[in-house]
Structure formats: structure tokens, C-alpha cells
């Protein structure tokens, strides 16, 4: 079996073997600890050695691990970020939700591919209404998405340059990952995290984790019910991949009414490369999109043409060293 064949096949095991290692502290065993033996790592982590040394074994086959020429596993130095539970990039929580809700939701791709996909989903609850069941998968999915999103957003902020932005208004901004990165970076700034309520107290813990007071503010609303929070700058955070090109377009409709004129409209999200199936990640993704919302991942020309369409002017992608970059349109000074 060609080896890229091989590793499709085998992910399954691969996406699993990478959140049992990260929810038994193994990568944080190994990240601080170093180079260690399956026996060591067990003893440091409480886990039963037999079934240890077959997911060790694994991950070094998948490559996740490294071996050191004594036998011991370790973390390689370009992954440690992500693996690391103390760091900005940490993505244990993003792979802790494939496995718990992607995963048993891919099913549905076979009754789509038979059935349509509105067909399928009417019978079946809206989108996010199994993320937002209850408390918990509130807070599970909201962690997922900060990693997502927090670490990426400092970048962002610089290449949205908002200096001499005073009121950011986050549309879908959750827990506030953009916010809080805009407001450490842009001292006179002043943003307004518009989500569903029961996000509130989510937001509330991390204005206090950042000392922000009431810079920092939340108002409560459905953005398809609600007309959006006035502001010299909305921001769609990984919001508008959820939904189709119709809905995106009333979205940013109402972006355009509720910007100042001379203000601006920023759109965070993966990108397509311009051939369409590029990268993988967002392939990959995109493929989620389907089964667990009703949008898709874009183009950079794509966005470029939704922005237009819904009054923005002087629109421009700016793209980061990430996985998720930048498309920005401007409302026009008189407000046209």
C-alpha cells in the first residue's frame, strides 16, 4: 500500500492514539521530562505499562514520537508546542473534540452522499445544538476553539493594523480569543464580544483572567435574529465557514449596516488555496463543516466576492504564517 494511502487509512488510530497520550500526560511527561523509557513514562504517569507501550509504539510508527538512539521516546522540537498543555499552541483540546464530536458525526457523510444533505439534516437538531447542550459541552467546546484560535489572533491583530480603531465588535466571538488578543495589543481599544448568553459567563472569566474590566463588554443576541452591535470594526472569527454563501451574505449585510463609515469588516478563517483542494488541513476541515454545520471553507476570492456583494469597498486578503489569515473590506466614508 503506498505510504500516503497507508497513513489515510490508519488516521483513525492515528487522531485517537494522539488524544489518549495528551489526556494521560504522556506528551506532558515527555516535554518536561525528556527522553524516557515506556516504563519510566508509565511510572510518571500512572498509566498501565502494556497498553503504554503499544500507543508508544504507534505514535513513533506515525511519527508524533521520536526515539533517542537508547530506546527513549520523546517529543521532536517542531511539535512540542502543540502537545504542550502550558502553551499558547497547545491543540489538546481541538483534538479532544474530533474524537468526542466529530468523529461520531462523519457517519452522516454516507447518508448525505445517499439522501442530499438538507434532506438528512431536517431530521436532525440545527447546528450547535449539540456543542451548546449543556454546560459542559459548552465549555469543551468553547476551550477547542480559543487553541483554535488565540495564539493565531496575535498575528492577525497586526495585520488587521488597528490603530485608531475604537470599537471592535467580535460577531460569534465566544470566549473572546480576538478580543483579548486586539485589546493587549491596541491600548485605547475597546471591544464587544456579540454571542449567544449563555456564552456570558465564559467571557466573564476571561476578562477577569486578563485584567480587562470594561474594556472588554458582552451583548447578548442571536446574529440571525439581531441586528449587530454598532462599531468602527466587526470581526467574523472562524464564523462565517459555518454557514452558506446566502447566510454569509446577510451576515455581512448587517456587518455593513452596523459599521461607521471609513470603518472596516475583518474575516478570519481558513482558506483554500486558489486550486481548491489545498491545504490539507483545510480540506480536511472543510469536510467537518459539513457534517457538523452548514457552511464550507473558501477561497480567498470567494470572501473577496461575499464582501463585495454586501457593500464593502476596498477589500484585500492578508495573509498569515498560519493556518488562518485575513480578508478585510472597508465601509465607504459616506457610508454608501
Known amino acids: 500500500m503506498p505510504e500516503t494511502l497507508e497513513r489515510a487509512v490508519f488516521g483513525m488510530h492515528a487522531t485517537h492514539a494522539v488524544h489518549l497520550a495528551d489526556r ?36 513513533r ?9 537508547h530506546g527513549r521516546y520523546l517529543v521532536p522540537t517542531e511539535s512540542a508546542p502543540y502537545l504542550d498543555p502550558a502553551h499558547s499552541r ?21 447518508a448525505y452522499l445517499s439522501q442530499g444533505k438538507a434532506s438528512v439534516d431536517a431530521a436532525l437538531p440545527a447546528p450547535f445544538e449539540a456543542m ?30 488597528l490603530r485608531g480603531v475604537r470599537r471592535l465588535v467580535d460577531v460569534g466571538g465566544a470566549n473572546g480569543p480576538f478580543s483579548v488578543s486586539a485589546l493587549l495589543r491596541t491600548p485605547a481599544l475597546h471591544a464587544t464580544v456579540f454571542d449567544l448568553p449563555h456564552v456570558a459567563p465564559h467571557l466573564a472569566r476571561t476578562r477577569e483572567d486578563y485584567g480587562l474590566g ?14 449587530l452591535p454598532g462599531g468602527d470594526c466587526l470581526a467574523f472569527g472562524y464564523i462565517l465557514s459555518d454557514w ?23 474575516v478570519m478563517d481558513r482558506l483554500f488555496d486558489d486550486d481548491g483542494h489545498r491545504p490539507l488541513a483545510t480540506a480536511v476541515m472543510n ?3 459539513h457534517v457538523e454545520t ?15 456583494a454586501s457593500g464593502f469597498v476596498d477589500c484585500d486578503v492578508r495573509r498569515s504564517s498560519r493556518e488562518k489569515h485575513l480578508v478585510v473590506g472597508r465601509s465607504a466614508e459616506d457610508g454608501g
Open 24 to 59: 494521560h500526560g504522556v506528551f506532558a511527561f515527555l516535554i518536561e521530562h525528556g527522553a524516557s523509557s515506556t516504563g519510566k513514562i508509565a511510572a510518571g504517569t500512572g498509566a498501565a505499562e502494556e497498553t503504554l507501550g503499544r500507543l508508544l509504539i504507534a505514535l
Open 61 to 69: 510508527a506515525f511519527g508524533v514520537l521520536d526515539e533517542d538512539s
Open 90 to 110: 497547545y491543540a489538546g483540546a481541538f483534538v479532544g473534540h474530533l474524537v468526542t464530536s466529530t468523529a461520531g458525526r462523519m457517519p452522516q457523510l454516507d
Open 132 to 161: 451548546y447542550a449543556d454546560a459542559g459541552s459548552v465549555a469543551d467546546f468553547l476551550r477547542a476553539m480559543w487553541q483554535l484560535s488565540f495564539d493565531v489572533s496575535g498575528e492577525l491583530v497586526e495585520l488587521a493594523g
Open 214 to 227: 470594561d474594556r472588554l463588554s458582552f451583548a447578548p443576541g442571536d446574529f440571525f435574529r439581531d441586528q
Open 244 to 266: 452558506d454563501d446566502a447566510t454569509c451574505l446577510e451576515l455581512l449585510r448587517k456587518a455593513h449596516r452596523a459599521c461607521e463609515p471609513g470603518g472596516r469588516v475583518l
Open 287 to 289: 469536510l467537518s463543516m
Open 294 to 308: 452548514r457552511g464550507r471553507h473558501r477561497t480567498a476570492g470567494e470572501f473577496l466576492d461575499l464582501l463585495h
